[in-house]
Each structure stands twice: as structure tokens, then as C-alpha cells.
């Protein structure tokens, strides 16, 4: 079943044309490695599909869904957290923006931060945190609302070599609730658990499909 379609989509700046044409197709429950070196538009790929940023031309449909913002969750490539702030105020927040009735939205903040391994740190505040447990933070915010699509850019490119192995592990768990997309310029990361791979150049798709295939 389809989760994500995306048909031509560009954006240009100026004369510069940053992602160029894009078009592919996400599978329901897989993940998919959006690759490329910096500056190949992958950045500005997830901001489209998050509508952060309006494209050019294109389109980004999502089956039985209007409001495709509702469905996603996003982690940027860097998250500001509030520093006064404690782990469960800021996904319960998050919860809240998402549209989480208030009476759910504790509750699915609390199981949230469990799932992705903070479950002792619900009252600690965030700048206490570490570069991995921001992550966990991250993610946890970005999946509280159960989003259909999850879109990460760069998850694990400013982490240690322990905490890239603890955030890969953990997206191997999130697939198995829903989809995700990330971006990576590290080949290596993408072997681990992608279903697919888009390799971008120059903001245009040269390659597509499993690391057998391409």
C-alpha cells in the first residue's frame, strides 16, 4: 500500500533549481534513505513533503489523507529544545500542537518517551541531556501524535559512535509502527534498514530502489 506519492516536485530558487523533478513513491511500514552529499536538496526535499517550505511545481499526495501535515512527523536535522523545559513538558507540548486531545496527551507522551528509551528521564529537564538522549527526544516528539510518515534528517550525523548504533536500532523499532523517510549522506548508515534508497545529485533522482538493485 502506498503511504506517500510524489510526482515532479522542484523548487527553485532564482535561476537555481535546488531539487529538480522529483518523483517516487513510499511503501506503508518501510524506510526509505534519501542520499546525497551536501547540497544535493535533500534538506530541502523533507521541508517540502513537511510544508515547510512551498515548492515550485509538484505535487505530495498521501491516500485518504487532506491535510498532510496532520499525518507526519518531523525531526530536523537540528532540534532546539526549550532548556527549562523537562522531557515530558516538551513532547506533551508537542502532543498538544499535533492536536492530541489535553486528557491523551500526557498518557501518550509518558508511553512515547518509554518507547524510545527515556522512561527515567520523564521530570529531567533537556538541557541536561545528551546528544543521544536529544535524539530520543526528538524522535519521541515527532511520533507522539502516531503519524503515518516519519521524515529525519540526518538522525544520527552529530552523534558518537554508540549513539548512532542506539538511534539505528531504535528505527528499526519505529518501522514496524509506521513509515519513514530520512536523509543520510553516509552510505554505511543506510545499509542497516532500508527497504529503499533515492540517491540525489544537484537536487535530481539518479538512482532508486533496494542497495541489491542500485
Known amino acids: 500500500m502506498i503511504s506517500l506519492q510524489v510526482e515532479n516536485l522542484t523548487k527553485q530558487f532564482g535561476n537555481q533549481k535546488v531539487v529538480d523533478n522529483l518523483s517516487f513513491e513510499l ?4 524506510a526509505t534513505a534519501l542520499i546525497g552529499p551536501n547540497g544535493a536538496g535533500k534538506t530541502t526535499t523533507l ?5 515547510l517550505l512551498n515548492p515550485s511545481k509538484g505535487t505530495v499526495l498521501m491516500p485518504d489523507v487532506k491535510d498532510i501535515r496532520k499525518a507526519i512527523g518531523f525531526l530536523p536535522q ?3 529544545y526549550f532548556s527549562w ?6 513532547v506533551e507540548m508537542a502532543a498538544r500542537l499535533s492536536e492530541v486531545p489535553a486528557k491523551e496527551a500526557k498518557l501518550k507522551s509518558q508511553k512515547m518517551l518509554e518507547f524510545v528509551g527515556l522512561g527515567d528521564a520523564l521530570g529531567k529537564k533537556t538541557i541536561t541531556f545528551s546528544g543521544g538522549m536529544k535524539q530520543r527526544l526528538g524522535i519521541a516528539q515527532a511520533l507522539v501524535h502516531e503519524p503515518k510518515l516519519v521524515l529525519l534528517d540526518e538522525p544520527v550525523s552529530a552523534l ?3 549513539g548512532r548504533r542506539e538511534i539505528m536500532n531504535l528505527l528499526k523499532d519505529i518501522q514496524q509502527k509506521t513509515t519513514i523517510l530520512y536523509s543520510t549522506h553516509i552510505l554505511n548508515d543506510a545499509e542497516e534498514m ?9 537536487g535530481q533522482l539518479v538512482e ?5 538493485d542500485v
Not at 85 to 90: F, I
Not at 194 to 202: G, P, S, Y
Open 27 to 30: 511503501q506503508q511500514n518501510t
Open 47 to 51: 521541508s517540502m513533503l513537511t510544508g
Open 78 to 80: 537540528y532540534p532546539q
Open 85 to 90: 523545559m523537562t522531557a515530558l513538558e516538551y
Open 160 to 162: 558518537d559512535p554508540v
Open 194 to 202: 532500508t527497504d529503499q534508497v533515492l540517491f540525489l545529485r544537484a
Open 208 to 212: 532508486q530502489g533496494s542497495l541489491t
